[in-house]
């Protein structure tokens, strides 16, 4: 009988992570609140808003040209 | 109440931020954080959720005794063609790290009673809430000609619901 030779199946090795849970209500609230802290001292430090969505994450609206 | 707003002059700091500063050189900036990860569960609206954060641009300055009325107006112009699309919403959530965050609430609340403005579309709906035993001062603005006005009302109160 020829033999035969099987190729393993390649797979690919996925890491599993870990399923975000969700955020109680006072994980929410702590969180908001030192978002709020984040924008203020990057404000009084001269950091530019768009610097804070690399470093945290935090997505600003993009404003018009203001009417006056 | 019928009053003629005086904003002051605005200008555009960066794509993200406005900025005006007062007749006694008090600088302030304002910006819109999205909020989309809090309404996961209405993945529809969330988009277009946002907070308004309003900051003196120097720490360390004393603010002069005295309401500064032209701030009001300003942050009532910035806060109501934000909302002028009639697609977005603002939440606000009162900052308590220095145990002022009941005045500061119906300081904001107090801002939005205005008629001879585009924010005169604006609804404002206060849910106050209990988390883990802080009690958080929050509103939604939104404009009553907004198409998703009911969904975005519900799923706030939903998210300011009082933990059970």
Known sequence: MPSVSVKAKKTVRTKRRAKAKPMTKLEMVQ??????????????????????????????ATLPNPKN | MVLRLRPYPIQKIDEFTYGFTTSKGIEYYCSFLSYAEYFAKHPDIAPYFFSFNLTLKDRKIKLPPGTDKRIADTVVSIVGDFLISQTNAVVYVCDNSDGKESARARKFLSWFNYIDHPSSNIIEVTSNFNAGGMFIYSSLLVNKKNKRFTEMVMAYLELTDDDK
């Not at chain 1, 908001?32 to 997505?59: C, F, V, Y």
């Open chain 1, 31 to 60: 969180k908001m609140l030192a978002d709020q802290k984040i924008i203020r001292e990057a404000i009084q430090n001269g950091i530019p808003l768009k610097e804070l969505k690399k470093t945290h994450g935090l997505t600003f």
